[in-house]
């Protein structure tokens, strides 16, 4: 078992070499706006995950998903050569949720930022129902 800092240090390695082998080396033009987000490597370093997001709509991504898939051999072989160690890690690509779980966050902290603003405008010209204090005090007259 491998320690964590060289787990950490072979993702950073992989990371970089698939990213630069996605501009260079695969000619898929599915994958033309796939970005690598992330890699994680398992401890015994047999299988790197690699989290990646794709610019585009629905069906892009799912191009991107089967072009990744198709090119997996390749890339596979050119971490492999590059990075130089005795068992070359199988890779597995994950869409990355990241963007479009900070775009729905984004939306929602605005909808609150708008519905905030709303109950100030309220709050300034809002009137008490009853009286403005509706407890007895002791030293009011009971009449």
Same mark, same amino acid.
């Given at each position: 078992?491998? %320690? #964590?800092?060289?787990?950490?240090? $072979? ?16 000619? @898929? ?8 987000? @992330? ?26 998903? #089967?072009?990744?898939? #198709?090119? #997996?051999?390749? $890339? ?10 005795? +068992? ?16 729905? +966050? %984004?939306? !929602? ?6 519905? @905030?603003?709303?109950?100030?405008? +309220?709050?300034?010209? !809002?009137?008490?129902?009853?009286? =403005? %204090?509706?407890?007895?005090?002791? @030293?009011? %007259?009971? =009449?």
């Amino acid at each position: 078992m491998a %320690d #964590k800092a060289r787990a950490l240090k $072979l993702a950073g390695t992989i990371k970089k070499i698939v990213a630069r082998a996605l501009q260079t080396e695969i000619k @898929d033009p599915r994958l033309t706006f796939v970005t690598v987000t @992330d890699v994680r490597v398992t401890g015994d370093l047999q299988q790197a995950s690699v989290f990646y997001t794709v610019l585009g709509t629905d069906e892009e991504r799912e191009d991107a998903a #089967k072009g990744l898939a #198709k090119a #997996k051999g390749r $890339l596979r072989a050119i971490v492999g050569s590059q990075l130089g160690i005795r +068992l070359t890690p199988t890779l597995e690509f994950h869409l990355d949720a990241v963007p479009e779980t900070a775009a729905s +966050l %984004d939306r !929602a902290l605005h909808e609150a930022h708008v519905r @905030d603003e709303e109950l100030k405008r +309220l709050r300034e010209t !809002a009137e008490y129902a009853g009286e =403005s %204090d509706p407890y007895k005090h002791p @030293d009011e %007259d009971e =009449s």
